[in-house]
């Protein structure tokens, strides 16, 4: 099946420029970016002197759209679709810190004009690699003298989506979709046992994953380990001849802190996604989570093959009552998202090891630790969460360019597992857990 068709606004190189030298002081500024149908995002700018013009070229916020949505908007709407971007003072908190305080002092707004029809038809065809510049260059910063260099484009980000045909704990089936066609390509067993119960295999027999895992995260004493905890959760994503090719596996259990019934931030539980390899499970990648207040908290780090190191790749929040999404977008630096291993094609975008485009780049990399080589720049996956209480059945997207083989597609499956359960392992423990979830917690 072929990937789903999107159109990625991006908004990058963004510069102020002040009329006189003497505004250029310690004051710290940040943009708000706003877009309708969208949460806002936030970037830092940083402030040139009158006779500078040398702009970093990078990318600040993205927002992404189905081509089939862009093209109802196109449609239906009169009016041009508008993106209002706020240039806000950036406070200092803590340490000397600076942090973006949603309500700084506003120094000026600007808007910029998005003609989706024009766009569209500027992007052609799908296949194609084209882009649409929509505004490049200096504008005034709410009529004053003060100037913001900006570039804003739309370009095609083709992705693979993947839907759960129900809740993660519930087992389900994993399906592709493509608009309203579906197929099945994963099946998920979820699993309630304690840490370090099973042997590894070889690689046609291997077992669900060992919750085992000394050399990331500390070993508590059974004096230390709290009276109540959720512990030995874990996730194994099969393909449909039934070989398992990724794994979420509760590598740190969740537990209250003390005086409480929630996981805060200083003790949070974690999760390995692993993926077989060499007749055993190699870590992908380490997700931490916690209760903040209303929010899920959650930091994801990458495990480069071989390496002691992670790669943190995403820190935020999403809200328990409603809701929304974790987002892994990097817009600089390097993605190690992608191994050159290849059991099958997922589309004509996507590649193999031997084929054409990104997948046979890969090809002449050692491994997967040729992670470093890897320097793409902007949107990796997101993976939508249900808040408290309410059915989850999360929908994966993940660009074309980090799925090459039946594995790195189903990393992602695993990891999206992982923050959904995350949302229950972090319940109150004053709070009963549905049956699926609470055979080993304590009565």
Request: net charge positive; glycine share 10%.
């Amino acid at each position: 099946m072929d990937p789903c068709p999107f159109v990625r606004i991006a908004i990058g190189n963004l510069a102020l420029k002040f009329p006189d030298k003497t505004q250029l002081s310690s004051v710290h500024y940040y943009c708000k970016f706003k877009l309708k149908g969208f949460p806002s995002q936030f970037s830092d700018v940083s402030s040139l002197s009158p006779e500078n013009d040398a702009v970093e070229s990078r990318i600040h916020a993205c927002f992404a759209l189905k081509k089939s949505e862009l093209e109802k908007l196109a449609e239906k709407s009169s009016k041009l679709y508008c993106l209002k971007m706020e240039i806000r003072r950036r406070r200092e908190r803590g340490s000397g810190v600076c942090r973006f305080v949603n309500g700084g002092k506003l120094l000026g707004c600007v808007v910029v004009q998005l003609d989706l029809k024009s766009v569209l038809e500027n992007l052609g065809n799908t296949n194609t690699n084209r882009s649409c510049v929509i505004q490049n260059g200096w504008v005034s910063v709410g009529g004053s003298d003060v100037k913001l260099n900006l570039n804003v484009r739309a370009e095609h980000d083709p992705r693979f989506v993947f839907r759960f045909d129900g809740e993660p704990e519930c087992s389900p089936q994993v399906f592709q979709v493509n608009g309203n066609v579906k197929q099945p390509v994963f099946t998920c067993k979820f699993g309630l046992r304690n840490p370090g119960d099973r042997i590894l295999r070889s690689r046609s027999g291997l077992s669900e994953p060992s919750t085992s895992a000394s050399c990331f995260t500390p070993v508590k004493s059974d004096d230390d380990r709290p009276v109540r905890e959720r512990k030995g959760w874990s996730i194994t994503i099969h393909d449909l001849s039934g070989s398992p090719v990724a794994a979420a596996s509760m590598v740190t259990p969740f537990v209250p802190s003390p005086g409480t019934n929630r996981v805060s931030k200083s003790n949070p539980g974690a999760w390995l996604i692993l993926r077989p390899g060499n007749a055993t499970w190699k870590p992908w990648g380490r997700l931490e989570a916690w209760r903040d207040g209303d929010h899920l908290g959650y930091r994801f780090d990458l495990i480069p093959d071989g390496s002691i190191d992670s790669v943190p790749l995403a820190s935020s929040n999403i809200s328990a009552k409603t809701g929304g999404k974790l987002n892994i977008d990097v817009t600089t630096g390097p993605t190690p998202m992608t191994s050159p291993n290849s059991s099958f094609d997922l589309g004509s975008g996507s590649g193999s090891a031997s084929g054409s485009g990104y997948g046979s780049d890969l090809g002449s990399a050692s491994g997967s630790g040729s992670w470093a080589h890897l320097l793409y720049r902007g949107f990796v996956m997101s993976s939508t969460v249900e808040g408290d209480g309410k059915c989850s059945k999360p929908e994966v997207e993940v660009g074309v360019q980090h799925v090459a083989c039946t594995e790195d597609a189903a990393a992602f499956v695993a990891l999206a597992a992982a923050v959904d359960l995350s949302m229950d392992a972090c319940r109150s423990f004053s709070q009963k857990l549905r049956k699926e979830l609470r055979q080993s917690e304590p009565e």
